[in-house]
T-cell receptor, first 116, second 113 residues
Framework: GAVVSQHPSRVICKSGTSVKIECRSL??????MFWYRQFPKQSLMLMAT?????????EQGVEKDKFLINHASLTLSTLTVTSAHPEDSSFYIC????????????FGPGTRLTVT | AQSVTQLDSQVPVFEEAPVELRCNYS??????LFWYVQYPNQGLQLLLK??????LVKGINGFEAEFNKSQTSFHLRKPSVHISDTAEYFC???????????FGTGTRLQVFP
């Protein structure tokens, strides 16, 4: 199999605080991990691509200083939303690939972030 | 650059009826094509994928899709839907040179009893 977990599944934080979301590949080594954001009733928007041991590549319009991504190992990537604001409330989903083609992504169950 | 169009934002259908969810893509290079399903407040689950070979691809839960290169389409079909098929369905494309997935806007399949 190819199982990806995310923690926490739901988080509520106060405006101005930071929150960290973990993404783990449980039964494979993930050469690349992706972070998506999904607004209600909308599609997934790619935020950034991360490879183990290197800096993440952010999509245009995504603030790298606000959304900090750390891909510390081949099985773990973290997304930290810094100085969160209510407009950061969203559903965040990570995915991972095994590498070597054909680039199938395995998705985590998502994290619902609510900033009050 | 690649793009994906899902023309139908919502598809209502009665239980046991057939359904087709449309997907068209645009790309200047060869692509891989995927259909994912998303249940409420959950991540995405892969239904099926086209990488190469036979243009008719069979997936899980009785779904199938046909890759049509001349029409740049990858429509998803099921001959008889169930209530449990009610969900959001996303078509996605990636190319040989990148890991990135480009998603369509999604189609909400609503199955009525």
């Amino acid at each position: 199999g190819a199982v990806v977990s995310q923690h926490p599944s739901r988080v509520i934080c106060k405006s101005g605080t930071s929150v960290k979301i973990e993404c783990r590949s449980l039964d494979f080594q993930a050469t690349t991990m992706f972070w998506y954001r999904q607004f209600p009733k909308q599609s997934l928007m790619l935020m950034a691509t991360s490879n183990e041991g290197s800096k993440a590549t952010y999509e245009q319009g995504v603030e790298k200083d606000k959304f900090l991504i750390n891909h510390a190992s081949l099985t773990l990537s973290t997304l930290t939303v810094t100085s969160a604001h209510p407009e950061d409330s969203s559903f965040y989903i990570c995915s991972a690939t095994k590498g070597g083609g054909p680039y199938e992504q395995y998705f985590g169950p998502g994290t619902r972030l609510t900033v009050t | 650059a690649q793009s994906v169009t899902q023309l139908d934002s919502q598809v209502p259908v009665f239980e046991e009826a057939p359904v087709e969810l449309r997907c068209n893509y645009s790309s200047s290079v060869s692509v891989y094509l995927f259909w994912y399903v998303q249940y409420p407040n959950q991540g995405l689950q892969l239904l099926l994928k086209y990488l190469s070979g036979s243009t008719l691809v069979k997936g899980i839960n009785g779904f199938e899709a046909e890759f049509n290169k001349s029409q740049t389409s990858f429509h998803l079909r099921k001959p008889s839907v169930h209530i449990s098929d009610t969900a959001e369905y996303f078509c996605a494309v990636t190319d040989y040179n990148t890991d990135k997935l480009i998603f369509g806007t999604g189609t909400r399949l609503q199955v009525f009893p």
